[in-house]
């Protein structure tokens, strides 16, 4: 009887080893299965590639607007201040030289303070430009680099940009007296002595400028989207982009 019970319970173990082996191989080709599952694609018609890529422009755009628009958003961003006109050092230089620094920073401040006022009328003419991305081109750009859809919308859209959005700088050039600042400083190089007499378009400068500060913050956004998923806040985002 001993014998019989010492059969059986060599025979349990062994049957036991075997089904714990069986259990660890079933378990791993589980675990490879459901790897190869989160990986597969889950299928996004071209309506809502289209769509999530607007949708991920406009975050962008609103979180630029919002961050730049504020007092020093873009004075105290060095990724984004607007310097003294690169066309003018030499106003820069010669005036700096005379004791007139303060006269010359004054303009970088007043610039910037534009730039953060006309920020804030930015979003719907960026959002205008977004709206007419084309189905094809946006299916293109979700599957492009993680810039792809800044950069249309950058190529396509910044001529229309800086036409619709230079009143508004101009307006705001005004109120934070950049427009007078510059005068100043240019009236006072321009009376010196045998220099060739200089008046770069202020206007047109800060406008640039502005704008591809606003479009450094949506690229910015649009890396963030693409690449971590924490940052695809809705569900269509997260089924375009995390395919």
């Known amino acids: 009887m001993k014998k019989l019970l010492t059969i059986f319970i060599c025979l349990s173990v062994i049957v036991t080893a075997q089904s714990w082996k069986d259990l ?13 599952a989160t990986k597969t694609k889950i299928p996004f018609t071209q309506e809502e590639a289209a769509q999530a890529l607007k949708d991920a422009l406009n975050i962008g755009v609103e979180k630029g607007v919002r961050f730049l628009s504020i007092k020093d958003g873009f004075f105290k961003n060095q990724k984004v201040k607007i310097p003294f006109p690169p066309e003018a050092k030499t106003i820069s230089k010669k005036l700096r030289k005379m004791g007139m620094g303060k006269e010359v920073e004054k303009v970088v401040l007043s610039i910037n ?26 299916i293109g750009i979700v599957k492009g680099d ?39 400083v240019i009236t006072a190089y321009n009376k010196i002595p045998l220099v060739k007499k200089m008046n770069p378009n202020l206007e047109i400068y800060v406008t640039q400028r502005t704008i591809q500060g606003l479009f450094s913050i949506v690229e910015e956004e649009e890396i963030k989207i693409r690449e971590n998923p924490k940052k695809r806040i809705t569900g269509l985002l997260k089924k375009v982009f995390g395919s």
């Not at 660890?24 to 190869?36: P, T």
């Not at 950069?151 to 229309?160: A, E, G």
């Not at 005004?174 to 100043?184: D, E, Q, R, S």
């Open 146 to 184: 993680s810039t792809a859809g800044t950069d249309y919308l950058q190529k396509k859209s910044t001529s229309d940009l800086e036409t619709a959005f230079s009143p508004t700088i101009k307006s705001s050039l005004k109120k934070v007296n950049a427009t007078k600042y510059w005068k100043n």
């Open 113 to 138: 303070r534009a730039a953060e006022d006309a920020s804030g009328s930015a979003l719907p003419i960026f959002t205008s430009a977004i709206k007419k991305m084309s189905i094809n081109d946006a």
């Open 24 to 36: 660890k191989k079933l378990s791993k080709k589980a675990k490879s299965e459901l790897k190869k």
